[in-house]
């Protein structure tokens, strides 16, 4: 088990609190409140951090535990910020045959992260993706809105630097 | 409710509508294995053992049986070969993920998942080979560990914390084959706001969740020429000691006990149920000093360690309400290297104190501040039911042979007010009793009123010209429903009488773990709290303050209930916890 804790630092505003206590008052007395409640966070928050989660538990009495449990459950859920960048590596059946996966963990390795993670200084976060409609360049992956594909892992470094 | 008619196995039988399969089966003689069922505790039809044949007029197919209602004309087959194909099948797959090191594993011989394979025959347990799960222990807590290798996911842990308890502080995370029982943000639990009761133990079918072990210690200190090593032995072990050798649940095992652990080498055979009447004296003197001088009320007790540890997590307000008194546990400790120490003339340092506890929480306790009256830690080691079960079955002493002895004086003489104390009521009614003596000289010895497995009791009674209402509550979740009720100004009790576990200690979360299959027909609380009872009943004396070693320790010792030398030795203090 890998801590789950993200290591980056929480920056959550007065303002966004507020709105979050807002949707948990307006929810919370209803059945099956958490679901509308977390998608809510997410959207303000942008990732449900351990530190959103309290809030969640203590104004609703749900245990902890119980959010984290549907949090992890859900792929929509995410414990981890987005990065400045966001790198995704296309899993697709074939780029993966061409490849990515050993791209995907050469990153993971890289950058020190696990696949939906984000690194400590909020600069990348890394996913894995399905099918892009690019499979004449596979193995493809994107940062943000730039396609790279025909990769190798040889071209991970490269990458990187041209945006650290 | 109107009643249909089923056929099982061939033999008809007529049910109330709304049982289930596996209740049918069950009065018409045939057992349907269980792994995660829990009668009205964790019905969620999810580790598919149960399954049973059924047809409602449109052929036979698998059910859950533990959860499927019968339906009328329902014909059930629980033993056909389809049935026992899918159970075997069940059983092999559970198998590919789980660490089979029966060999070493504490609940070898009476585990769950282990009778199963054997009962079906399951002949390759590698059947399907593949990717397993590893998981870290997770020995963060004070009193147990788990080993999430040998979890099968069946989730009665999670149900009992969350539901019964309503703390909640393990469940399942991530999805798929990636699920695991744990804590959020994969915290230890040490970490969280675990309050150590056990209960989760208690109801775990394999060996992924069992307290820590301190046998090799005990008999380390037992060894050691230079130490005198004594033993306590609270109420309720008693009344559970005998499930470890195969007796009857509800058999009064006291005799046989104190010979058992004479014979494994404690130099002293005390009894809790003595620390049980001192308890009574300081906890009813408190209760009459806060009601005479307008103290904080309700007044809840503090035996309990589960409770109390609750109390300091969920309702940190309240922890003022809590009596001072220490539990018996560690004021039987304390006594002993005080008062016993100084009359024996023995260094308190060369004490080693032992107990024997139905209770996990007491392993957390005997770690807490202000636990340490003579400088030196009240209780060294607080032992479960289960871990002086094994001890004897490892010392080859055969425990059904055993003569019945006698605890030694005079940390060994008690009343029935203090055997009580394992039940859920008896604390309250212990106190009662010397409490009523105490404002209006009267002798009261049978309070049934308090008595009974409920979750929550009230009671109103008339004490000379007091009225004194009290309420008594077992399990978590009822305590927080009383304590809400009590915040909310809707209850005015003066007592309160709280034990974390339902039922009280005889069902402690350290007793020995008896079978689902057993635990959904039969009341154990009942059965056992009946021993506690029944011993109570045949005492000659019956309340604490009739106890002669009591009188001693206050005439030689602490002066009165509530002195100044009573509360450096029998009191402590209590802190705010946060939840997690």
């Known amino acids: 088990m890998n801590s789950s804790k993200s290591t980056v630092p929480f920056k959550g505003t007065p303002e966004q609190e507020a709105q979050l206590l807002e949707i948990i008052r307006e929810k919370k007395d209803s059945q099956g409140a958490l679901m509308p409640i977390l998608q809510k966070a997410q959207e303000i928050y942008g990732y449900l951090p351990i530190e959103v989660q309290k809030i969640i538990s203590d104004n609703t009495g749900i245990p902890l535990e119980k959010i984290y449990g549907v949090v992890t459950f859900y792929a929509q859920f995410s414990l981890f910020p987005k990065g400045e960048y966001t790198i995704s590596v296309c899993l697709g059946t074939a780029c993966y045959v061409k490849g990515s996966g050993d791209i995907y963990d050469k990153l993971q390795e890289k950058l020190g992260i696990a696949g939906g993670e984000c690194t400590p200084d909020g600069k990348f976060s890394l996913e894995a993706c399905r099918c892009i409609g690019a499979c004449g360049l596979a193995p493809v992956l994107t940062v943000n809105e730039d396609v790279y594909g025909r990769l190798t892992v040889d071209d991970v470094d490269k990458i990187i630097s041209k945006y650290a | ?580």
């Not at chain 2, 008809?12 to 349907?32: D, Q, R």
């Not at chain 2, 005998?242 to 130099?267: H, S």
């Open chain 2, 1 to 580: 409710m109107a009643d249909i008619t089923v056929k099982i196995n061939g033999v008809e039988l007529t049910v109330p509508k709304g049982t289930t399969v596996l209740e049918a089966a069950h009065s018409a003689g045939f057992e349907i294995p269980t792994l995660c069922y829990m009668k009205e505790i964790n019905e969620i039809g999810a580790c598919r053992i149960c399954v049973t044949e059924v047809n409602e007029g449109r052929g036979f197919r698998l059910v859950a049986g533990c959860v499927y209602p019968c339906s009328d004309k329902m014909e059930i087959l629980t033993n056909s070969p389809k049935v026992i194909e899918a159970r075997k099948k069940t059983l092999e797959l559970m198998l590919s993920t789980h660490d089979k090191k029966c060999l070493s594993c504490v609940r070898s011989g009476n585990c769950e998942f282990q009778k199963l394979c054997k009962d079906y025959g399951v002949e390759d347990a590698d059947k399907y080979d593949g990717v397993r799960n590893e998981y870290c222990i997770d020995d963060s807590a004070a009193h147990m560990y788990r080993d999430n290798n040998k979890c099968i996911l069946c989730r009665r842990c999670v149900a009992v914390c969350g539901k019964t308890q309503g703390i909640g502080v393990i469940g399942a995370n991530e999805r798929g084959f990636k699920t695991y029982i744990g804590s959020a943000f994969d915290m230890g639990l040490g970490e969280t706001s675990c309050v150590s009761c056990g209960q989760c133990i208690a109801v775990c079918p394999v060996g992924a969740i069992s307290e820590k072990d301190y046998i090799k210690e005990v008999l380390a200190a037992i060894a050691d020429t230079e130490k005198t090593v004594i033993v306590q032995t609270a109420p309720a072990v008693r009344a559970g000691l005998g499930e470890a050798f195969g007796l009857p649940i509800g058999t009064n095992t006291e005799g046989k006990m104190v010979a058992a652990l004479r014979k494994l080498g404690f130099d002293k055979v005390f009894d809790t149920d003595f620390s049980a009447d001192l308890t009574i004296m300081e906890e009813a003197n408190e209760f009459v000093e806060r009601v005479q001088n307008g103290g904080v009320l309700p007044m809840i007790t503090s035996c309990s360690p589960g409770w109390v540890k609750f109390c300091e997590h969920y309702f940190p307000d309240m922890i003022d309400n809590l009596s001072t008194c220490k539990s018996p546990q560690q004021m039987f400790g304390a006594t002993a290297k005080t008062y016993w120490a100084e009359k024996m003339g023995i260094d308190p340092n060369n004490i080693v104190s032992v107990s024997i506890m139905p209770c996990t929480a007491k392993k957390f306790e005997i770690g807490r501040d202000n636990q340490s009256a003579a400088g030196v830690p009240d209780v060294d080691y607080s032992l479960t039911t289960r871990e002086l079960g094994r001890m004897i079955e490892r010392a080859g002493i055969n425990f059904a042979a055993l003569p019945d002895e006698k605890f030694d004086d005079p940390l060994g003489i008690a009343t029935g007010a203090g055997v009580i104390f394992g039940a859920t009521g008896g604390v309250m009614e212990a106190a009662l009793r010397t409490a009523i003596h105490t404002l209006t000289g009267e002798n009261v010895t049978d309070l049934p009123e308090v008595r009974g497995t409920e979750g929550i009791k009230e009671a109103t009674y008339k004490v000379g010209d007091l009225e004194v209402k009290v309420a008594v509550a077992s399990g978590l979740a009822n305590a927080r429903e009383v304590l809400e009720k009590v915040q909310r100004g809707e209850a005015d009790y003066q007592f309160i009488e709280i034990m974390a576990c339902p039922g009280g200690c005889v069902n402690g979360g350290g007793q020995p773990q008896v079978p689902m299959g057993i635990r959904n027909f039969v009341d154990i609380r009942e059965k056992r709290a009946k021993v506690l009872y029944d011993l109570d009943a045949s005492m000659p004396l019956r309340q604490s303050h009739e106890n002669p070693a009591i009188k001693e320790v206050y005439e030689t010792y602490f002066g009165k209930p509530g002195s100044h030398k009573a509360h450096e030795v029998l009191h402590t203090s209590y802190v705010k916890r946060s939840v997690n």
